[in-house]
């Protein structure tokens, strides 16, 4: 079993839809949750850092279940440009010594 | 000016060559990693550093071997490349909130 799984899709969504994914870590050891954006051939960057209260940025939505051991992100109102891969990753240790990334979901945003 | 930067930016070399691959950081980050992605697996983290000093193996070191010259400069090295070494190669910093910042990337194909 991978540490940290996602439903690599292709989700395909109209513009203006909402869209939520989700992802499972297997390691309760688990600290910290982060949501990175990859573009084809480009390198991940940043979108959301996961806090166990829930946090929004805008159109994005994170949350966290650490009972559960669950992570999603939910994006309201699809833009084209938010097509993109979407990587969920959980960092150990309190220094953040070791990140496992899930392999990503892809997202087809259609206009 | 980029913050992280790697290269070269992309390489095609044979089986049996010493390669390396280089990565600097303008970010004054003190924690820098080295991660491979293949196709469906996500990123895997093959070596991290916390300091000049510190050198720590990751989930899939064997093959490869590291070097951190300075606070900025952390090199990758193949010291013989084989077939499957070839893979898309990302350089990350981490900041004291784990949010890490990665560079373009060095796309490696060995023949």
């Known amino acids: 079993r991978k540490e940290v799984e996602q439903d690599p899709g292709p989700f395909n969504v109209p513009e203006g839809a909402t869209v939520a994914f989700n992802c499972t870590y297997s390691?309760?050891?688990?600290?910290?949750f982060f949501w990175y954006r990859q573009d084809c051939r480009k390198e991940p960057k940043l979108l959301m850092s996961?806090?166990?209260s829930g946090n929004e940025d805008g159109r994005f939505t994170a949350q966290l279940n650490r009972a559960s051991q669950y992570i999603s992100l939910l994006i309201r109102d699809s833009k084209l440009s938010d097509s993109a891969t979407y990587l969920c990753?959980?960092?150990?240790?309190?220094?953040?010594?070791?990140?496992?990334f899930g392999p990503g979901t892809r997202l087809s945003v259609l206009p | 000016d980029a913050d992280v930067t790697q290269t070269p930016r992309n390489r095609i070399t044979k089986t049996g060559k010493r390669i390396m691959l280089e990565c600097s950081q303008t970010?004054?980050?003190?924690?820098m990693y080295w991660y491979r992605q293949d196709p469906g697996l996500g990123l895997r983290l093959i070596y991290y550093?916390?300091?000049?000093?510190?050198?720590n193996k990751g989930e899939i070191s064997d093959g490869y071997s590291v070097s951190r010259q300075a606070q900025a400069k952390f090199s990758l090295s193949l010291e013989s490349a084989i077939p499957n070494q070839t893979a898309l190669y990302f350089c990350?910093?981490?900041?004291?909130?784990?949010?890490?910042?990665f560079g373009p990337g060095t796309r490696l194909t060995v023949l």
């Open positions: 990753v959980a960092g150990m240790g309190n220094y953040g010594q070791n990140f496992v």
């Open positions: 390691n309760s050891a688990s600290q910290s």
């Open positions: 996961v806090y166990s």
């Open positions: 970010k004054g980050h003190d924690r």
């Open positions: 550093s916390f300091d000049v000093k510190d050198i």
């Open positions: 990350a910093t981490t900041n004291k909130n784990n949010e890490q910042f």
